[in-house]
């Protein structure tokens, strides 16, 4: 079972920047592909982005297109998510989730391991 670790989460000014990171113990991260979700208080867990096995294909929420970058480096077992223009309602506790299957999924319930999750808050 691989353990996921997310870091760099923290509190921003809107319009400001963070970059989190996953960090994946297991000798089967480069397999597969990896996926951050968030969560805001009494809301459910949301799809934010995904990564393929090895970097060559990215997919985004319509909600952070064009502000948010994910990219993996499979050498260090870790997978980043760059905000950049963050918005309040961007807060949330963001989670990094890996699906043992060659496909992307946007379910949560899909997933077979997430982090614990770091919190993201963003003022206006």
């Known amino acids: 079972q691989v353990q996921l670790v997310e870091s760099g989460g923290g509190l921003v000014q809107a319009g400001g920047s963070l970059r989190l990171s996953c960090a994946a113990s297991?000798?089967?991260?480069?397999?597969?592909?990896m996926s951050w979700f968030r969560q805001a208080p009494g809301k459910e867990r949301e799809f934010v982005a995904a990564?393929?096995?090895?970097?060559?294909?990215?997919y985004y929420a319509d909600s952070v297109k064009g502000r948010f970058t994910i990219s993996r480096d499979n050498a260090k077992n870790t997978v980043y998510l760059q905000m950049n223009s963050l918005k309040p309602e961007d807060t949330a506790v963001y989670y990094c989730?890996?699906?043992?299957?060659?496909?992307?999924?946007?379910?949560?319930?899909?997933?077979?391991?997430w982090g614990q999750g770091t919190q993201v808050t963003v003022s206006s």
């Open positions: 989730a890996e699906r043992r299957l060659y496909s992307i999924s946007y379910h949560p319930g899909e997933y077979d391991s």
């Open positions: 990564i393929n096995w090895n970097g060559g294909s990215t």
């Open positions: 297991g000798r089967t991260f480069s397999r597969y592909p």
